[in-house]
C-alpha cells in the first residue's frame, strides 16, 4: 500500500468529486463538507464512473442510473447497484489529501 498525492484540499469544492489515477485502478476523490472520502471510481451496477455523481451527505449517486453509494463504507444504498464499491483510507497532510491505494 502506498500513499497517492490526491492535490491541495483547497482543490477539491463542497460537493465535489474527482478522479484519480492509481496505477490502472481509478480512484473517486469526493469532499462533503469538511470531510473527504476516496472510493473506486467505477459502479458496481454498469460500470460508470462515478465522479460525475452528486453528492448528498455521506452518499454518492451514479450518474447513470441512480444507485447511491455510502461514500464512508462503499456500501450499495439503493439499486439498481447491489455489490459495495471499494473505499480507501485517507489522510490530510501538508494541505493536501492523500490516499491509500495498492
Ligand atoms: S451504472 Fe451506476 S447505477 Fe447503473
Not at 66 to 92: D, H, M, N, Q
Request: net charge negative; glycine share 12%; proline share 4%.
Amino acid at each position: 500500500m502506498k500513499w497517492i498525492d490526491a492535490g491541495a484540499t483547497t482543490n477539491l469544492l463542497d460537493g465535489q468529486a474527482i478522479s484519480i489515477a492509481a496505477g490502472r485502478r481509478m480512484i473517486a476523490v469526493a469532499r462533503s463538507g469538511e470531510a473527504y472520502y476516496a472510493i473506486e471510481d467505477i459502479c458496481t451496477h454498469d460500470g460508470a464512473e462515478l465522479t460525475g455523481g452528486a453528492i448528498e451527505g455521506a452518499e454518492i449517486i451514479c450518474p447513470r442510473h441512480g444507485a447511491r453509494f455510502c461514500l464512508r463504507t462503499g456500501e450499495a444504498l439503493s439499486p439498481p447497484a447491489y455489490e459495495p464499491v471499494r473505499v480507501f483510507e485517507t489522510k490530510i497532510e501538508g494541505g493536501h489529501l492523500w490516499v491509500r491505494a495498492d
